[in-house]
């Protein structure tokens, strides 16, 4: 079974602890601090598109591109009962003012072509295959996408395919677990997690010849009443070193710009356990 497949159902369930909202005001800071106040931005492994919602609340025009069609399944539905509620309240703000004329051209709240946010363009495609309709100012990539890239030329070709679709003064951010996280914190150890909607067993293993970490997860997903189905899926991700990126994305016609220790303006320390990474087409 494909990386998450099966945890699509409860992956934003035993996400929760994730601060999305702080995640996203780094990310929305970083990229007005590049130049990018508004705009087309592309968010490659935008998975059930959190990230992606809160960057289009922030005033960007946004594609959110996964290879999971179960993750973009939920994705489309976040967002069309987000845009149904926002219809649906503008709806009965507008029924109070007693303006008849207001009032109708809201519609009823539930109508699809009514949704007053313009929607988010999302698309099922593998990011080593990027396929867009036009160029963008920006793409972003967080919760440690490209740590699945697990071969450095598939990588390069990812920075390839950015730089193809990214205007001239665009930049690309994106965020990687590093290897100390990796060999210090993740490896060899288990996380579990037990709820009444499901519960999951994370086994981890890393390899620190190939710098790949293996996680073996076992899920117990709630189907109905006291039954509860168990999946197994295996996932893999690679750390890379940032003198590694610098080079692949040289190869790839971009140049880096700065890497900092997460969620900090800070450069890059030994124990960094995620760091963001900002690049641009080279000039």
Not at 31 to 46: M, N
Request: glycine share 6%.
């Amino acid at each position: 079974m494909g990386a998450y497949e099966s945890f699509a159902r409860v992956y934003d369930l035993f996400m929760d602890n994730v601060p999305y909202e702080e995640w996203g005001s780094y990310l929305t800071g970083l990229l007005r601090e590049y130049g990018i106040c508004s705009g087309t931005v592309a968010e490659l492994g935008c998975g059930t598109g959190k990230m992606t919602r809160l960057l289009a609340a922030a005033g960007y025009d946004m594609i959110g591109v996964d290879n999971s069609e179960e993750m973009l399944e939920i994705a489309r539905e976040a967002e069309y009962e987000a845009d149904a509620w926002s219809a649906a309240e503008a709806w009965d703000e507008a029924a109070e003012t007693d303006e008849p004329e207001e009032y109708a051209e809201l519609g009823e709240p539930d109508e699809p072509d009514e949704l007053p946010n313009g929607g988010i363009l999302y698309l099922l495609e593998d990011m080593r295959e990027l396929e867009l309709y036009g160029s963008v100012c920006a793409v972003v990539s967080v919760c440690d996408s490209m740590n699945y890239i697990l071969e450095e030329a598939d990588l390069r070709e990812v920075f390839s395919r950015v730089h193809e679709y990214l205007e001239e003064d665009g930049v690309f951010i994106f965020d990687l677990n590093t290897v100390y996280k990796y060999r210090d914190l993740l490896g060899e150890t288990t996380i579990a997690e037990n709820r009444e909607e499901g519960s999951f067993i994370w086994e981890n293993y890393f390899d620190e010849a190939s710098a790949v970490n293996e996680y073996d997860l076992t899920l117990y997903i709630r189907e109905d009443g006291a039954t509860y189905r168990r999946f197994e899926e295996v996932h893999y991700q690679r750390a890379y070193d940032l003198k590694t990126i610098d080079r692949l994305l040289a190869d790839a016609g971009m140049e880096l710009l700065a890497a900092y220790d997460a969620f900090t303006k800070e450069p890059v320390k030994e124990d960094s356990e995620r760091i963001y990474v900002v690049a641009r087409p080279r000039r």
